[in-house]
């Protein structure tokens, strides 16, 4: 969360004053971007061996749901400026540090 902070448009995941995280994955939103925008993000951080994946999918977009979808823009919006950043149990700081790193970077931040 920290490393993120000064980028007004990555948001990280919200953390209640009452609660503590507990994170099963660690969830960015990116403004403004479109989701073929975010699948380059996620393409070039594969190239630097960065395996993230889409954050957030819009049910109502999958499969079955989609045929009779009600137009949802602020939950396809949403969606689409996700993307999980790989985390695990193990991770140290220096990996840490490699995603923070190579997502600014890919970024051009």
Known sequence: DEAFKEYDHIHTPFIPSYAGPNYQSYVIRIDK???RARDGVIAALAKEAIFARRGNVAIHMQGLYRKNAP????????????IALPIYYRMTEKEQ???IGGLLSVMKL
């Open 33 to 35: 971007i479109s989701a």
């Open 71 to 82: 137009r949802l823009p602020n939950t396809e919006k949403a969606a689409a400026g996700t």
């Open 97 to 99: 540090d490699l995603v």
